[in-house]
C-alpha cells in the first residue's frame, strides 16, 4: 500500500461514527511495566489482549500502543499526525532537541528534510564517510595491538566521532570529549532522574561550542568545503528564506553527528553476531563479502535498537475502524514490529537470508522508521548505517585478529537503550598480516 493509500485509511474520522473497541489494559497505569519489561513492553500487551492495538496509561498519560506494518503505515504515513509532544522531554532534549526537522511538520518539515536527505543519501558523500571511518579504524587499531583488551562499544563511538567530525567539516573540535558527550547522549536517553540531568548538561556544553562553529562560519573565520554537512547547515534557508537560527543550527549539526555515532551500537551488535554466527564469520573472512549487506540488514532487524516511536493526533482519526480522537497520543512498537512472527517467521533466529533491505520499502521492517523518507519522519541514515555496517564487518574479519574472552554478553530488553552487558570485550588484537597499516593524515 503507498503513502497516500495510508494518507485515504487514516483521514478524519466522522463525529458520528462508532468505531471499533480499543481493549484496554486494566492497570491503572502502566508506567511499572515499561520499565520492567522494556522493549517487550508493547508486545507483551497487544499478545495479552489479543490485539495489534491496546490502550493503556503511562505516567497517567492515555497512550494507544499499535504494532506492525499498518500501523507503521500510520504513523509514517498518515496526515493529522505531529511529533510534537510524543517525545518525554527527557528523551527529546537528549536526543533530536526542540527545533529539530523531528519537531517540523508539513512543508517546513519537507524542506528542512531535503537538506538531510542532500548530506546523508549523496552515494558519493555516504562512500567519503565510509573512507573516513576506515581511516580512523585503522588509527584505533595502531592503539588496540598495544592494550590487553578493548570494549568494542566504547571505542567504536570514538572512531565514528573522528570519521563524523571530519567528514562534516567540524574541525577543531576535542574529539574524545565529544564522543564521550554523544555517547551519554545516547546512553542516558532512556534514563530518568540524574544521569539523565547530567547528559541534558553535557549536551547544552556540545550545543554552545557548536553554535561558536556555526557563527565562525558564517563570519567568514572558518571555511569548511563546500560539500560537508557543516557548510549545508549554516548556509541552509528555510522557507521564508532566513537562515537557521544559530541554536537551531547547532542542533541539526549535532542531529547530523550523533546518529552515526550511535551506529556504534550497531556495530558492537554485529560483532556479536559474527561471534555467533561461525558459518557467517568463517564466509566473510575468507574474503567473500558479497553478502555483508544481507547480513548488516538483518544485525539491524534483530538487534534491540529503537523501541519505539511515538506521535500525536491533531484532529479525529480512523485506522482499521478504530476511532482515534483528536490530541491522542501514539506509540509505535518497532521493536515488536520486527520481531512478529508474522512478519519474519522464527525471529528470534538471525538469519541473514531473509536478504532484507533499507530501500525496499517494507513496512514491517522497520528498524529506523518507515514510510517514504523524503517526505515522512523516517530515518534519512540507513543509506549510512548499512554502507558502515558493511565495511565495520570487513574491517573486523579482514583486517584484524581478535580473541573474545569470558564475558556476559547477555543483552537486557529492559535496559533502553539496549548492549550486551559486557559492551563486547575483544582481546589479543592483532593487525593481520598483508593488511594496510594506518597512514597519518
Known amino acids: 500500500m503507498s503513502n497516500s493509500d495510508a494518507r485515504h485509511e487514516a483521514g478524519p474520522s466522522d463525529t458520528t461514527s462508532c468505531g471499533r473497541e480499543i481493549p484496554r489494559d ?28 491496546v490502550s ?42 526542540k527545533g529539530s526537522v523531528q519537531q517540523l511538520e508539513g512543508r517546513a518539515h519537507r524542506h528542512r528534510k531535503a537538506l538531510f536527505l542532500g548530506i546523508c543519501m549523496d552515494p558519493a558523500r555516504v562512500e567519503a564517510l565510509v573512507a573516513e571511518f576506515r581511516a580512523a579504524w585503522r588509527a ?16 567504536a563511538a570514538r572512531v565514528l566521532t573522528r570519521a563524523a567530525c571530519r567528514w562534516a567539516g567540524v574541525e577543531n573540535q576535542p574529539e574524545a570529549r565529544l564522543a564521550e558527550e554523544i555517547f551519554d547522549m545516547i546512553d542516558k536517553a532512556g534514563s530518568i532522574g540524574p ?36 557548510h549545508a547547515i549554516a548556509f541552509h534557508r528555510e522557507t521564508d528564506g532566513a537562515l537557521l537560527d544559530d541554536t537551531v543550527a547547532a542542533v541539526e ?10 551506529i556504534g551500537r550497531y556495530i558492537t551488535f554485529t560483532a556479536l553476531a559474527l561471534h555467533r554466527e561461525t558459518n557467517w564469520r568463517e564466509l566473510f573472512r575468507s574474503g567473500t563479502l558479497e553478502l555483508a549487506a544481507d547480513f548488516a540488514e538483518e544485525v539491524r532487524r534483530i538487534s534491540p535498537f529503537f523501541p519505539f516511536t511515538a506521535a500525536v493526533t491533531t484532529r479525529p482519526l480512523q485506522w482499521e475502524g478504530y476511532d482515534l480522537p483528536a490530541d491522542q497520543w501514539l506509540l509505535l512498537d518497532l521493536y515488536g514490529t520486527l520481531h512478529d512472527a ?9 538469519r541473514a537470508e531473509r536478504m532484507l533491505s533499507w530501500s525496499g520499502q517494507d513496512d514491517c521492517f522497520v528498524p529506523q522508521g518507515g514510510g ?54 575483544l582481546a589479543s588484537i592483532r593487525r593481520r598480516p598483508g593488511t594496510e597499516p594506518c597512514v597519518a593524515g
Open 26 to 53: 486494566p492497570r491503572l497505569d502502566a508506567s511499572m511495566g515499561l520499565l520492567s519489561e522494556g522493549y517487550r513492553f508493547v508486545s507483551n500487551l497487544c499478545d495479552q489482549l489479543d490485539s495489534d492495538i
Open 56 to 97: 493503556t496509561r503511562i505516567r497517567l498519560r492515555e497512550v494507544i500502543c499499535l504494532r506492525g506494518g499498518t500501523a507503521a503505515r500510520l504513523l509514517y504515513g498518515a496526515e493529522g499526525l505531529t511529533r510534537v509532544g510524543a517525545m518525554p522531554s527527557s528523551v527529546l532534549h537528549l536526543l533530536q532537541d
Open 140 to 155: 584505533a587499531l595502531d592503539e588496540w595491538e598495544e592494550a590487553d583488551s578493548i570494549v568494542l562499544q566504547q571505542e
Open 195 to 230: 544521569r539523565n540531568w547530567l547528559a541534558q548538561m553535557r549536551r547544552s556544553g556540545t550545543e554552545r561550542r557548536l553554535r561558536k562553529l556555526i557563527e565562525q562560519v558564517r563570519a567568514g573565520e572558518v571555511v569548511p568545503g563546500s560539500a560537508t554537512a557543516l
Open 253 to 262: 549539526l549535532l542531529n547530523v553527528l550523533r546518529p552515526i555515532v550511535a
Open 342 to 350: 508474522r512478519n519474519f517467521p522464527d525471529p528470534a533466529r538471525f
Open 372 to 425: 517514504e523518507v523524503a517526505v515522512t519522519h523516517r530515518c534519512p541514515g540507513e543509506m549510512i548505517t548499512v554502507e558502515l555496517l558493511k565495511e565495520a564487518i570487513r574491517l573486523l574479519c579482514l583486517e584484524m585478529d581478535y580473541e573474545i574472552p569470558p564475558q556476559d554478553l547477555g543483552v537486557r530488553l529492559n535496559r533502553l537503550p539496549a548492549q550486551p552487558r559486557s559492551g563486547m570485550v
